[in-house]
């Protein structure tokens, strides 16, 4: 009776996690979208994820969209000697065949702009991602804390 307890609770955390932490849209695989918690007053946040490309063509990252923001916007930020720059991507990111594209605090990220209220941590907050060639999806970032540096294993997680 304990094993098939056991295999159970080892069963729904494995299928609850990949459901909240990795989507497909054709060839393309979007794993942890998060985002950070933001102060009250904010009006911008940053979207993160890591984007695969399993198919044989590329494709392009070119938009997407939030029900808790009034733009969507995808940029890079690079740095050129001690000055940080970031800019605007209009085409999008290419994501080549076989290739992965993280998208990171620092480097190219996701862009909320117009937040219609505070993103508070722990939060699980639907978006879309249009993609050139693979199309449409649905996702769900999960809210870090205030400067998190990466996504922390979280309740819809892997491992919870």
Do not use: C
Request: charged residues 20%.
């Amino acid at each position: 009776m304990k094993r098939i307890v056991m295999v159970a609770a080892a069963l729904i955390a494995l299928l609850g996690g990949a459901a909240a932490d990795e989507y497909r849209v054709g060839p393309i695989k979007i794993e942890q979208p998060w985002s950070r918690a933001t102060p009250k007053g904010a009006t911008v946040a940053g979207g993160y994820m890591k984007i695969t490309n399993t198919g044989s063509m590329p494709d392009r990252l070119v938009g997407g969209s939030t029900p808790f923001a009034g733009g969507f916007e995808i940029h890079e930020m690079t740095m050129d000697g001690n000055v940080m720059k970031m800019r605007e991507l209009r085409d999008g990111v290419e994501i080549k065949p076989g290739a992965t594209v993280e998208f990171t605090p620092g480097s190219y990220h996701l862009m909320f702009t117009g937040l219609t209220r505070a993103l508070a941590k722990g939060e699980h907050l639907k978006g879309t991602l249009v993609f050139e060639k693979a199309g449409t999806i649905e996702v769900e970032y999960i809210v870090q804390a205030i400067g998190a540096p990466a996504p922390q294993a979280m309740p819809g997680m892997p491992g919870h």
